[in-house]
């Protein structure tokens, strides 16, 4: 772990040593709030060599669907179409790359407030043997994840995991399935931030679990927990070498990207950014919440993608080769609104949502929307 004088000497080499964000395709938004307040934790060589290409930008967006209402997560199915939540509705809508839309059903027992709803969706990495979809969303008394069948229609409703804590912030509520086969829920402290260090508490936490709903083999503490010390994730997303990373919302100080490994804690409530020490992990890079809040996360073309909802833009963040992050360069900046989700399809374009219906926007004609975007 790096101490505070390591990491300063990084913030500056990564400062001086990158090219400017200006003619990246960021806009003179990410040149003038971009820079100066994002930290980076590299490797051991942060400055990358001379004549580094900037990132390849990614394709203009084209709208996909208009007229909805906070979709809030997207998982595609094995043929391409894709599965996307409408937290306030509880709407469970199914749509084809083409951009038709139909409605799969309405999620029983969402209790919608505040910042919960209908969240998360997954599709079983298994899923033409057992077409299983999996959805967490807020209920009366708890956030839950509940696995249905799903085919042609929704059946079998079964609750694999109850309790987890609910609030009016805070819900956490991404589902993904790791490479690993195992599915992973990233869950909130719902503002009662004692729970973030609670081992025994499944808010504030990423837990990693069988289709069942059981603690997955190899789980750091035998429970469902995989880390801890979190205050709210909204975004997981692997590299191809299987590294995984989360978004976390920070509370006024530092939003953050964080290297997501077995056992370890994050450090919220007692650390919000860098600064650790040997007790907690650092993020690999933070912003400011103002010109991020970054919600879903996603992998293509050697970049994670993370939607930010305050900041209004797509941030793309170029990996290197051992996992280290480069500094992050704005898209889009404003131009669409408020972000939430992103994910990309198997023919390797991104799915982006926009949020500007959810009570913190400024909705425009058409919101919201679901934006295709090529980053190849
Ligand atoms: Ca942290």
Request: aromatic fraction near 8%; proline fraction near 9%.
């Amino acid at each position: 772990m790096m101490g505070r004088t390591g990491l300063a000497m990084l913030v500056v080499a990564v400062l001086m040593g990158c090219a400017p964000a200006t003619g990246t395709g960021g806009g003179t938004a990410a040149a003038a709030d971009g820079a100066p307040a994002t930290q980076a934790r590299g490797g051991p060589a942060p400055e990358p060599p001379a004549g580094t290409a900037p990132p390849r930008p990614p394709g203009t967006p084209r709208t996909l669907v208009e007229g909805l209402t906070v979709p809030w997560a997207i998982a595609f199915l094995p043929g391409g179409d894709a599965l996307i939540t409408e937290r306030d509705s509880a709407r469970l809508l199914r749509i084809t790359p083409q951009g038709r839309s139909s409605g799969v059903g309405v999620i029983d027992g969402v209790s919608p407030r505040g910042e919960g709803g209908l969240l998360g969706v997954a599709v079983s990495p298994t899923y033409s043997k057992d077409h299983f979809i999996f959805v967490y969303f807020t209920a009366n008394d708890d956030n839950r994840v509940v696995r249905y069948r799903y085919d042609g229609g929704l059946s079998a409703p079964t609750p694999i995991l109850t309790g987890i804590p609910k609030g009016s912030i805070h819900n956490g509520g991404r589902l993904e399935f790791g490479p690993d086969g195992y599915l992973y829920v990233s869950t909130g402290e719902t503002g009662e931030e004692r729970l973030a260090q609670d081992r025994n508490s499944l808010g504030g936490k990423i837990l990693r679990m069988t289709a069942d709903g059981r603690p997955a083999p190899g789980n750091p503490f035998g429970t469902l927990v995989w880390t801890y010390g979190h205050r709210n994730v909204q975004g997981m997303a692997w590299d191809p070498k299987g590294r995984m990373y989360a978004t976390e919302f920070g509370q006024d100080k530092y939003d953050e990207i964080n290297l997501i490994e077995k056992g370890h804690n994050y450090g919220w409530p007692e650390v919000e950014g860098a600064g650790g020490g040997n007790r907690f992990t650092d993020p690999l890079l933070t912003w400011i919440p103002s010109e991020a809040s970054p919600s879903g996360l996603a992998y293509a073309g050697g970049s994670l993608w993370a939607a930010a909802l305050r900041g209004q833009r797509l941030w793309q963040i170029p990996l290197r080769e051992d996992g280290a992050v480069e500094r992050p360069v704005a898209r889009f900046t404003r131009e669409y609104g408020r972000l939430r989700a992103v994910a990309t399809a198997p023919d390797g374009t991104l799915w982006l949502t926009t949020s500007n219906r959810d009570g913190r926007g400024s909705p425009r004609p058409g919101d919201d929307r679901v934006l295709v975007v090529s980053v190849r």
